[in-house]
Each structure stands twice: as C-alpha cells, then as structure tokens.
C-alpha cells in the first residue's frame, strides 16, 4: 500500500542491496503501533536520497482498511507491505 494515491507501491525496495525491515505485528492498541511509525519515517525522510538503501515496511493486522485510514491521516506517504496471513511472523519464529 502506498498512502498517495497516485502512485504506485515502490517494490524497489526488496532488491536495494541494504535494507532495514520494521516489522509491526497485530498485539496491542493498533493506532499507538502506527504513530510510533513517525520516527521510522523521518528516517527514510532523512535518507531517501540513498539509492541503494531502503526501508521495508511490514504490518501484520486484521484491520487493514483501517490502519490504511490511519496511515493517509498521518500523510505517511511511503509503501507498507500487509502481511495478512502471518507469514513474516511464521517465518520469522523459524529461524
């Protein structure tokens, strides 16, 4: 997902050489998870001239319509992978 309309995700994040992965997953109040995203994106703010330097974004949830909503109402205007089915968090517990 990509909070600005009219732009497509940025799927070049997954072949940048560097990367930082932030992984968001569905415990607790889901509004505090989002906004605590704000440092996060001032970071890629701050290095988005990086061309082979990316943030992937993560976000485990039930209610993605509404993380989408909280998301455009912060103009966090950067691509967020979904992981509906918990994959990443299964994957993750398998190393």
């Known amino acids: 997902m990509n909070c600005n309309e009219q732009s497509l995700p940025d799927t070049t994040l997954l072949y940048r050489p ?19 995203l ?3 994106y001032m970071f890629i703010l701050e290095n988005q001239h990086r061309e082979n330097f990316g943030v ?9 319509e509404e993380a989408e909503n909280t998301l455009k ?3 966090f205007h950067r691509t967020v992978f ?4 918990g994959s990443f968090e299964r994957l993750r517990h398998e190393k």
């Not at 968001?24 to 605590?36: K, Y």
């Not at 992937?56 to 993605?64: A, D, E, G, R, S």
């Not at 979904?82 to 089915?85: A, H, I, N, P, T």
């Open 18 to 36: 560097l990367k930082m992965v932030v992984y968001v997953n569905h415990d607790g109040c889901q509004d505090c998870r989002l906004r605590a």
């Open 73 to 75: 109402e912060m103009r």
């Open 56 to 64: 992937i974004i993560i976000l485990n949830t039930p209610q993605m």
């Open 82 to 85: 979904f992981d509906l089915d």
């Open 38 to 40: 704000l440092p996060i």
